[in-house]
């Protein structure tokens, strides 16, 4: 198709000269001379044709060579970001059905895997742009700070399951901070799924088709997409994260606005402040500016999809997960063995 498009062009862009054809050549000397003259005429013009043809010929086929060229270079470019697209693609799960079967076993722990991610975004600050989700929780000067008491056991959970997941990438270890947002994510679902199983009488398959059928499960794209974040190799500054059990509303409300987020967030975001929803719901529930969406969420939870208040808390987490976050697109992606087709038998 490029050599038909370039061949049809006018003859200026291939470098061609805009004269008479040879026929209409040979035409001419043939009414002014002889029979003689007018073949030798006509020889010459066709062998002048001949050349610009052949000169012109060849560089369109040069501009051709250019343009395949250049479609080869970006047809290999485009196939190789697709094959790292899947290498991160398989990768990421990989890491959630490791995530999802600690969990499982653990499902006490899915409240302090949710205020663990939390706590980790939420030292974020947005003036001097440091802190956020960078996994410094992991650091022992971190973890052992008053609002982080009783963290401890998600982080273990967290560290083994890295193990097992290290064990088997094929393009470096995870870091923690790609680990720690993971971990809640993975924890949210199980409380959407759980919800579904809920509404179904207990019965896990129905729970299941309902999740899949009207939940939130497709919504996850854009927080899939935020994987490549760098871990911190020192503890954040202290004092940017409140003690949610104890702040008061107005505290919390602050801490929100002040990484970009407000009370929307804090009242979808109730069952990450700690163990008992319920509880935190009738505090936030007392202050005008948290009431409404209180109200609106517990209205969602209500109905059979739930879908304004999973939908608005993936959105939340999602953009608590990269505060102050350079993603890196290429990680955990790696080369492709070469093949060899010249030892290939056939």
């Known amino acids: ?117 939390l706590n980790d975004a939420m030292t974020y600050d947005k003036a001097t ?61 199980k409380t959407f799924l759980d919800a579904a199983i809920a509404k179904t009488g207990g019965n896990e398959e129905k729970g299941r088709t309902l999740y899949s059928a009207y939940g939130s499960s497709g919504q996850w794209g854009f927080f899939d997409k935020i994987f490549g974040r760098d871990d911190a190799q020192e503890p954040d500054p202290e004092g940017r994260v409140p003690q949610w059990s104890t702040a008061s509303v107005q505290e919390m409300k602050d801490k929100f606005i002040s990484v970009g987020l407000g009370p929307r967030q804090v009242a979808v975001m109730s069952a990450f402040f700690g163990p008992d929803q319920a509880a935190t719901e009738e505090k936030l529930i007392a202050d005008p500016d948290c009431r409404p969406w209180v109200e609106k969420y517990q209205r969602s939870r209500e109905t ?16 608590l997960s990269y505060l102050g976050q350079k993603i890196n697109y290429e990680a955990y992606t790696y080369p492709k063995q070469k093949i060899n087709l010249g030892k290939l038998k056939l």
Do not use: H, W
């Not at 052992?144 to 097992?164: I, Q, Y």
């Not at 059979?304 to 953009?319: G, P, W």
């Open 1 to 117: 198709m490029a050599g038909a498009t370039f061949l049809s062009a006018p003859a200026l862009r291939l470098g061609l000269p805009s004269v008479s054809s040879p026929i209409q050549v040979c035409c001419q000397a043939k009414s002014g001379g002889s029979g003689a003259e007018a073949a030798a005429a006509c020889e010459e013009a066709l062998r002048f044709r001949r050349r610009d043809l052949i000169g012109g010929c060849f560089g369109a086929a040069v501009g051709l060579e250019i343009v395949e060229g250049s479609t080869r270079f970006t047809g290999v470019a485009a196939a190789a970001d697709l094959i790292e697209r899947r290498q991160r693609s398989e990768f990421q799960s990989s890491i959630k059905s490791t995530l999802t079967a600690a969990i499982e076993a653990k499902p006490e722990l899915v409240p302090s895997l949710l205020t663990l991610a």
């Open 129 to 189: 742009k440091t802190g956020g989700p960078n996994g410094s929780i992991r650091l022992s000067a971190e973890i052992s700070r008053p609002e982080n008491s009783g963290l401890s056991a998600a982080l273990d959970l967290l560290v083994e399951a890295k193990k097992e997941i290290d064990s088997y990438s094929k393009g470096g270890p995870i870091s923690f901070a790609d680990l720690v947002q993971i971990g809640a994510s993975q924890a949210l679902k």
């Open 304 to 319: 059979v999809s739930r879908t304004d208040y999973e939908v608005d808390l993936i959105t939340a987490v999602t953009k």
